[in-house]
């Protein structure tokens, strides 16, 4: 199994690594099987040589070479060790189980391991077009369907395929007319029962269905429930919940006595086939030398039949599963991936901030409609550069750029004097720090989301926090540092959670600050002590400034105005506000 692809053929070859394994593997499997198909030839000797007193050999050799006793001893010896067989093999097949299993969990480990390390590096174009829940499903379900598929199915049907072949080999030794008989007619008779079982399997994929839509209705309603009161919408949302669950119903409804319909005919065409095959072996024994021992024995051949012969036909049905689950976990596979750049050098190495250019860029995500074009920026080292206009004027768009976020074909950005061709989008981010105006946070502690796993004092924490205008804040969580914040930081305002991804910021102490509507939800007032107290932090620093208030652009340096995707004006604040100050507060 390649690392960036699931196939059949791939599981296989990967399987064929593990060949010691594998061939102890099957070497427990055959013995297995040998104890279990060797046990009815003791029918025979307990019904023809001890109660009909016909003799097969077995006895008097056992009387020769081990002990003589009467019947109760040979049936009571008989027992002890048939026993013992079925124990030994029910203790290789575990043993073979734990092989498999084994080899199946390192397997599925390696995909998910592969699956995770391309997730990391997927754009952030191809994330805004994923469902979460797709993506999960494919890393659990579909992963886990293929890790049934290595431990279960294959080695089911190594066990069925030695147990069929050694069946077959005693049948033709004990009555090789009725043996052919039973071999080409048995597999007739599991193929239609496990035909009809196929065709429960089909309501039941069609219940799992609706149990998914009705899943994915019920999330997204409580997930945004918030959302559908203020929209005052709960009706339509619930009533849709309703119908997808009335889906649900009907479809469980045709599984459920279909399914008991098909397993009460599939036992009936079992147990047709069964008379059948006992009618001929009586027959056999009333018109040949078939002995009545014998004859049972085949009955018992043909109860050991049973399951390897309906596992080797079902393993079809198996093997289109596992494909169909290739196939999805591919689909994460061809995800596009962030570009590998070869770094020769580090711009921001040894420099407390560093200037930007951007040269002639263009974007777009649909090759039609250009989001940005033609964008020439100066932002000289340490300087402040607000970035103002309407929206969808593209200001959100370029800031996700220049950290990296999106490709881009035409134009390129000099960090330094580096493009961004030779530099590595790891290194951009490490030193370019983007705050977002609706920011993230984890469902865990307060710390957690300020420190985001990398290890910080709490004397840094605090000053972070202090910056941040998040004193009282802390003071006011129950457990400090330790409390944890909810699902997307729900225990916090919105302008707090703003404050607490700024201290997330002056925490990692980067090169270039952007701040992206960043304080939006902040009164003018918190907005102003807290840039007052970010001014010292930021003084040697890049600052770009995406904000729509008028002070916050006041206090640039230089601006730059967009529209359509396009720079129509720059210059400093009193340069813009000298020109037209009407037209340039309508663009912020």
Known sequence: MQQNSCSIKGIIKELLQHKKTLILGNIIALLSTLLIVMIPLFIPILVDELLLNKPHGYITWIEVNLWQSDIKGYVFATLIVILLLRLFSVLLGIWQAKIFVTISKEMTYKMRQALLRHLRHVSLKEYEMMRVGAVTSKLVTDVETIDGFISTTISKLIIASFTLIFSAVVLLWIHWQLALFILITNPLVVFFTAKLSRNIGKLKKEENRAVGVFQDALTETLELFHQIRAANKEAYFFKKSEMKAKELKEHATAYGYRSDAAIKF???????????????????????????????????????????????????????????????????????????????????????????????????????????????????????????????????????????????????????????????????????????????????????????????????????????????????????????????????SGGQRQRVAIARMILSDPRVVIFDESTSALDVHTEERLFSALHEFLREKTVITIAHRLSTIKSAGYIYVLEDGSVVDSGTPKELLAKDESYFSSMI
Not at 394 to 416: D, H, R, S
Request: net charge negative.
């Open 266 to 492: 599939s036992y009936l065409v079992f147990l047709g086939g069964y008379e059948i095959f006992r009618a001929v072996s009586i027959l056999a024994v009333a018109y040949s030398d078939l002995s009545v021992g014998l004859m049972l024995a085949i009955f018992s051949y043909l109860w050991v039949m049973v399951a390897p012969t309906q596992d080797i036909i079902n393993f079809q049905y198996v093997l289109a599963t596992a494909n169909a689950a290739c196939e999805r976990i591919n689909s994460l596979f061809s995800l596009g991936q962030e570009r590998v750049i070869e770094e020769k050098a580090n711009p921001f190495e040894g420099c407390k901030t560093l200037g930007i250019e951007v040269r002639n860029l263009s974007f777009s995500y649909q090759k039609e409609k250009p989001v940005l074009k033609n964008i020439n920026m100066q932002i000289p080292a340490g300087s402040k550069v607000a970035l103002v206009g309407a929206s969808g004027s593209g200001k959100t768009t370029l800031a996700n750029i220049l950290v990296g976020f999106y490709p881009f074909e035409e134009g390129e950005i000099i960090y330094g004097d580096i493009p961004h061709t030779g530099l590595k989008l790891s290194t951009i981010r490490e030193n370019i720090h983007l705050i977002l105006q609706h920011p993230k946070l984890f469902n865990d502690t307060m710390r957690f989301n300020l420190t985001l796993g990398k290890s910080y004092s709490d004397e840094e924490i605090k000053k972070a926090l202090h910056i941040a205008q998040l004193d009282t804040v802390l003071a006011g969580l129950e457990n400090g540092l330790e409390t944890l914040v909810g699902k997307d930081g729900i225990k916090l």
